[in-house]
Every structure is written in structure tokens, then in C-alpha cells.
């Protein structure tokens, strides 16, 4: 009979075979260990490197402000003022001296006057016999003249630069000498002058004044007018007279001191009363005591009065 036949002796195995399963065919991973994967360690990140990792840009501007900062304190430091504390810790070296307060001039209503120019002669070396620099104060000479003259009275005050080594009192007299004579300001009747003193100065009880100034004290009481120290002036209410002209005149008077006193009196005066500079009417001719005989006769002879 047909049939499968049997299992016996001498017989081949008969292979079994197993239905296979639907699906997709997967790798089984539990069969086999995974390769162990060797690490690397590294080391950790130090403070400086986490706190750059962390702010980035921020972590070099930060100190580059922070050094920026200090630089501009320290220099401000250095360079700031000195203040009055400060001062006050400071030895000084040398002691200065105490600075001289120089009185101001009287406000000058009109064009200050005086005789300038570049024909301004030099001073005589060797001839001078006066103060080059006196106090820079003035003291008014006490007294009262009588009226000189018969016209609208003009008062005065006479004042004279201390430490300049003159007389108060003969300064005053000349000039009350010159503005007195009948070929003065007050000639035929124009005008009478007196001299006044403290008092009538201090209660501003006068017309204008004659001050005797050395000549380096002449840009005090004439500022800016330009007289080099050399020549004369009027400068508000004063008629300002150069002590150096005062003492030697100038070289074209030849020597004659006294005429020249009398014109540079009548002259300055002229300018408190009014008057300007005029030139010489030609050659020969009296020089006008408004000419500016300091500085030169033009051709003119020297005069010292205004009608003489």
C-alpha cells in the first residue's frame, strides 16, 4: 500500500519545516552585546571661560570700560582746580607782596586831550631831577586864594602826587600864579579862578584840577591818552602836568623852565575849559597856547599864554 513510510532504521531524517510568519524580517539585538564606546573625558570649563561662554561680547567690554573708567577719575584727579581747602594746606615758597590798590580816575565826560604824537621828542638822559615814580595817590593841597579876575568864577583844586619830593604848597602857589595873570584864561574880564581846598574838593564844591603826577604814574590818572610818560595831559576834571616836564621842560625852550610851566598849565587848563589843539598860524608868529608846544613850535616863537 502507498503511504508515508515509516520511520525506521537505516531511514533519512525527514527535515521539518515551519510555516513563516507574516511581516517584515527584524534583527534580533538582544542576541549579541553592544560594543562598549570608549568616552573621552574632557576637563571642565574654569570660571573666566564659563563667564566668556555665558555673556560673550559683553565679557571683553566690560573690563575694557571698567580700565576706561579708572583712566578718566585718575586724570580728573590730576588736573581738577585747586580749591580754597586746598589752597590753604599749600607753604608757599616765596611771600608775594600785598597788591597796591590804585585809585581811579574821575569819569571823563568828554575825549581825554593830551599832546601826542610821532614827533614826540625824546627825554634828555642825565638832565632829569625828579621822582620817576611816585605813590599813585594824591593829596589835595589845603587853602583857599582869593578871586583872581572879574568874569564867571571857575574854582579849583590843586593836587599833587605823593612821594614825588615837591613842595604841596609851591606847586599851588605857581599855579595860582599862571591861572591869575591878566593874560590868562580870565583876561578882560572872560572868567575868575580861586583855588579851594579839602573841603570844598571832598564836597565836590569845584570846577576842575591841576594835579602834579610823576611820570610813571601818568597811564594811572591819563589812560590811554598815550603820553609815553613824556608829556601832559587833561583826563575828566583833572589838567594832569607830567612831573618831568614840570622839571626840565623840553629841548626846544632852550633851558627856559619857567615859560615853559606857565604854558603847560594855561595849556592843560585850556583843554578842562574847553579848548582843542590848533596849529601854528606861521612862521615867525606867536605860538597859540593850544598848539602843542611839547612837541614842537612848528616855525611858531614859544608862548606861554592865551592872550598874551
Known amino acids: 500500500m502507498g503511504g508515508r513510510p515509516a520511520d525506521g532504521p537505516g531511514s533519512?531524517?525527514?527535515?521539518?519545516?515551519?510555516?513563516?510568519?507574516?511581516?517584515?524580517l527584524v534583527a534580533r539585538t538582544d542576541l549579541v552585546e553592544p560594543p562598549r564606546v570608549r568616552q573621552t573625558l574632557r576637563p571642565r570649563p574654569g570660571r573666566i571661560a564659563r563667564f566668556?561662554?555665558?555673556?560673550?561680547w559683553r565679557a571683553y567690554a566690560v573690563p575694557l570700560l571698567t580700565v576706561a573708567t579708572l583712566i578718566?577719575?585718575?586724570?580728573?584727579?590730576?588736573?581738577?582746580?585747586?580749591t580754597t581747602s586746598d589752597a590753604a594746606s599749600v607753604v608757599p615758597t616765596e611771600q608775594s607782596e600785598t597788591p597796591v590798590q590804585l585809585p581811579l580816575p574821575d569819569p571823563d565826560p568828554a575825549p581825554a586831550e593830551g599832546d601826542t604824537g610821532p614827533s614826540l621828542a625824546p627825554q634828555?638822559?642825565?638832565?632829569?631831577t625828579y621822582v620817576e615814580q611816585g605813590a599813585r595817590t594824591v593829596s589835595v593841597v589845603d587853602g583857599v586864594s582869593p578871586v583872581y579876575g572879574s568874569g564867571p568864577l571857575q574854582r579849583f583844586v590843586v593836587e599833587v602826587e605823593d612821594g614825588i619830593g615837591v613842595d604841596p604848597a609851591a606847586f599851588a602857589t605857581a599855579v595860582e600864579a599862571t591861572l591869575g595873570d591878566p593874560r590868562s584864561w580870565g583876561s578882560g574880564g572872560r572868567l575868575s579862578v580861586q583855588r579851594v581846598g579839602a573841603a570844598e574838593a571832598a564836597a565836590g564844591?569845584?570846577?576842575?584840577?591841576v594835579s602834579l603826577i610823576s611820570p610813571g604814574s601818568m597811564e594811572t590818572y591819563c589812560p590811554g591818552v598815550g603820553t609815553g610818560g613824556y608829556t601832559s595831559c587833561r583826563y575828566g576834571e583833572r589838567?594832569?602836568?607830567?612831573?618831568?616836564?614840570?622839571?626840565?621842560?623840553?629841548?626846544?625852550?632852550?633851558?627856559?623852565?619857567?615859560?615853559y610851566r606857565h604854558y603847560v598849565v594855561n595849556h592843560e587848563v585850556g583843554h578842562a575849559l574847553g579848548n582843542g589843539h590848533v596849529d601854528c598860524p606861521g612862521?615867525?608868529?606867536?605860538?597859540p597856547v593850544m598848539l602843542q608846544q611839547t612837541l614842537g613850535l612848528q616855525g611858531c616863537v614859544k608862548n606861554a599864554w592865551p592872550f598874551p
Open 283 to 287: 612862521p615867525g608868529q606867536v605860538a
Open 239 to 259: 589838567a594832569v602836568i607830567n612831573l618831568a616836564r614840570w622839571a626840565t621842560a623840553v629841548p626846544h625852550y632852550d633851558g627856559d623852565i619857567e615859560t
Open 205 to 209: 564844591q569845584y570846577d576842575f584840577k
Open 124 to 128: 634828555v638822559v642825565g638832565a632829569e
Open 52 to 56: 566668556v561662554r555665558r555673556y560673550g
Open 72 to 82: 578718566a577719575l585718575v586724570d580728573l584727579a590730576l588736573t581738577a582746580p585747586v
Open 12 to 24: 533519512r531524517p525527514t527535515a521539518v519545516r515551519t510555516a513563516s510568519r507574516p511581516g517584515p
